[in-house]
DNA sequence: AGGTTGACATA
DNA sequence: GTATGTCAACCTT
């Protein structure tokens, strides 16, 4: 144990208890065996162990106990014989739980703790201490008062059942005094359930008074005579020794000589068979899913356990128990790690040898031409409780695309297709007919709606996106899924391809049948509908078989490799939550774009004429290989660099430079350039895309495309929409909302500053991010002694192009570049800025050092980039690797963020009784459409979810901001 | 017909 | 200096 590792302790007596009262009474099927607190329990384990990030913890531990009472007999009955004395025997569906209790803690392989003479408490008190005087923190999982007197600065508390921590301030909140002082608190009222006497009159109100006016116990037993209520001071003058007994009584002892170190409680992995063998043998059904899902384990091949209703010693109550570990007829009932199944890694190995095994030339593809045979399937299905699935259609966009048929696989080899659209192509003019022996549409969709449903039923696809849009048109939400390209991209993002000829190709050597071999291509193109169904089948079987023998390979790697979470909370959930905003699509005013395009072409077409006066002759201004000729061969302007093809370098900023030295041709060439890009880009090309049948626009959104996690959004790209200048921003202006809507934009205020300063741990950026100024205008006043007030502009655009650099792991040459100033002057802007700022410097470095160590950098929410290339010998590719592993934590934790927002936002607005619709993410913002009268009602809900997104999972050093506005168009809201 | 390049739109 | 996507021109097949 050491600074920074942090301590679960369970009070699994208080838990019980708790649960037993808390929990809906919950009987074994096959026995009638009374496990609600048992399963209370089991999931509470498992939340805390997989998802600590996403409790109210927000922490994941490092060590972990669970701690139980040994005997009723504990010291305190030396102290006060009448101690627990009224206590009565436990309910008796509760007895059995007790021990089943304690195999569970052994069966998540968790370190389970107790001690002759000892409370479990006073266990608790003591790992909490040696966990504080070892540097660590430690988080108690109880909702007991009698806990509460342990919380200080290093220990907290975690209700399980209410998810809440509970520190100092609720601590204080709920019994009106500090931690410290509970255990006066606690004298001076007593307990009832524990017959710890106290001073009768005395409530907690009182005492939490009392003890505010004179300190503490002893203070206020001494001057007792000074209280005022008359039958309040005869009380506690009468009973002083029963309140220090008490006192005694509730006070936890903190040097238990405990057995067991902290390299005992070490977290180890939970061993998934053994902890499946337990959850099936108990009938915990959903957990057991869950369990087998997270640990990459196959439930269907582990042994139930067999957990029988103990007798002897246990069946008379908790505190009878033998100390663990308990003898090995309990043991015996557990598969030991390697007899009934292999550990995940192994499990991984096997997996993966047995989907490359099957070999893929002896598949053997089924085609369903009738209801009876599609409803067999659908029965094995459910029996299997998982199949991949995939849809065939007429078009790569979804929404338009027409349903052709769909494939689904229920194991490696084992995989058929269902025809519903498909048409003869060649054999009568008249125009395609109907091919004959196919399941109505309906019907197959009716069939199959049920399983796609069924929340038992897992379905793994294959950028699943698509298929859950198309089938969302035909009002079926598909669920549970599992897709197999995000679960490839969690596990690798930059280490190659995530479509699935790729991963087919990776994993198995396998080269999958090309799409054009299929439609064919160029004016051999056709759509799938008419393509025949046996080449059909072949293509759209191959397709859902290798995304199962994929997913049987890939999914257990999450487990082994600990990224489940990552997939869980930041990559599947996303999935229907895009699909709906590419669905919702967005309204663009047609005339308003036409109009521009049409004031385009004329300036572009004056424009050329004066290019062609001034280069004197004509000429393809936007071809560069022929502009670079006409100005620095023919004309003999000062060239700059060349391409790395060994062309002139035509770029714009060079161009700028020209302008700016009184050429007139340049200047003609960077506004032809802006104007014929915003045409041919914007203009001319958005009309086009817009959906003739809801007429309005629809991108879609590549989830696995960035190797930071960013999103990105194609035909047409959303997120490129322009801005800066005054002529794109009236592009932005025919973004607009339904007649009576609005538009509103909502976006975070420099969060990847915010994410530096966080990660960083930077004390000037954090103060400046809690103060709320000018970022650039601090920075700029701390690297050059200026004052904010009065700041000359050029003082602050140095300082923000070197937050910027910093961010994108900056070097002197690109800095110069931006500023356009000499490279040592601004290698000197670096080092100053370093001088500082000393924790950004390490901050890099220690990023470089990381993807050097480990081959990845990762955000703060686990999810992983890894740079291969980082120790490659071209010093080129290393720097640039080094400054991706810079900047890839800032630009993906940032990118997790708006992810996490997304994911809660379509059901926070449903809570509140809204209906605004999210439409478009551009990495930092969203843009909604809702009705005009919910607008003010609307935006205070976005930006909380916004603003609050990153909790619990991880507590920012900083604050987030949200700016949202609303407006008739895009451009207005921003 | 399809791929590559240089330019430029966004965060 | 990070991360994208799209266009026109141009080159290869």
Known sequence: ???????????????IFRAYHALPPLTRKSDGLPVG?????CNMLWKLMRDARDTDVGITPTHFAVIFDYSSKTFRNELYA???ANRSAPPDDLIPQFGLIREATRAFHLPCLEMEGFEADDLIATYCRLACEAGGDTTIISSDKDLMQLVGPTVSMYDPMKDRQIGIPEVIEKWGVPPEKMIDLQALTGDSIDNVPGVPGIGPKTAAQLLEQFGDLDTLLERAAEIKQEKRRQSIIDNAEKARISRDLVRLKNDVPVTEGFDDLVLQPPDGPRLISFLKGMEFNSLTRRVAEATGADASAIGAASIRVQHGAEAHGPDLEPAAPSGPAAEAHYAKPGETGPSPATLAQARAEAASTVRIDDRKYDCIRDLATLNEWIAEARETGFMSFRTESTSLDPMRAELVGVALALRPGRAAYVPLGHRSSADDLLGAGRVD???????????????LTDPSVLKVGHDFKYDWLLLSRHGIDVAPIDDTMLISYVLGANTGAHTLEALAERWFGHFMIPFKDIVGSGRNLVTFDLVDVERATTYATEGADIAMRVWQVLKPRLATNGLVSVYERLERPL????????????????????RLSGEFAQRAAALEEDVYQAAGERFTIGSPKQLGDILFGKMGLPGGSKTKSGQWSTTAQLLEELAAEGHELPRRIVDWRQITKLKSTYTDALPEYINPDTRRLHTSYALASTPTGRISSSEPNLQNIPIRTAEGRRIRTAFIAEKGNKLISADYSQIELRVLAHIADIPQLRQAFADGVDIHAMTASEMFGVPVEGMPSEVRRRAKAINFGIIYGISAFGLANQLSIERSEAGDYIKRYFERFPGIRDYMESRKQMARDRG????????RIHYPEIRASNPSIRAFNERASINAPIQGSAADIIRRAMIRMDGALAKAGLSARMLLQVHDELVFETAEAEVEATLPVIREVMENAAMPAVSLAVPLRVDARAADNWDEAH
């Open 437 to 451: 022996n196919q399941v109505a549409l309906e019907d197959a969709l009716a069939a199959l709606k049920p399983l």
């Open 575 to 594: 999935v229907p939550v895009l699909a709906r905003m590419e669905e919702r699509g967005i309204s663009v005013d047609r005339q308003m774009l036409s």
């Open 856 to 863: 990845y950098v990762e955000t703060i929410f686990g999810r």
């Open 1 to 15: 144990m050491k600074k920074g590792d942090h301590l679960f302790l369970v009070d699994g007596s208080g838990y």
């Open 82 to 84: 009448e101690y627990k």
């Open 37 to 41: 607190a048992v399963s209370g329990f």
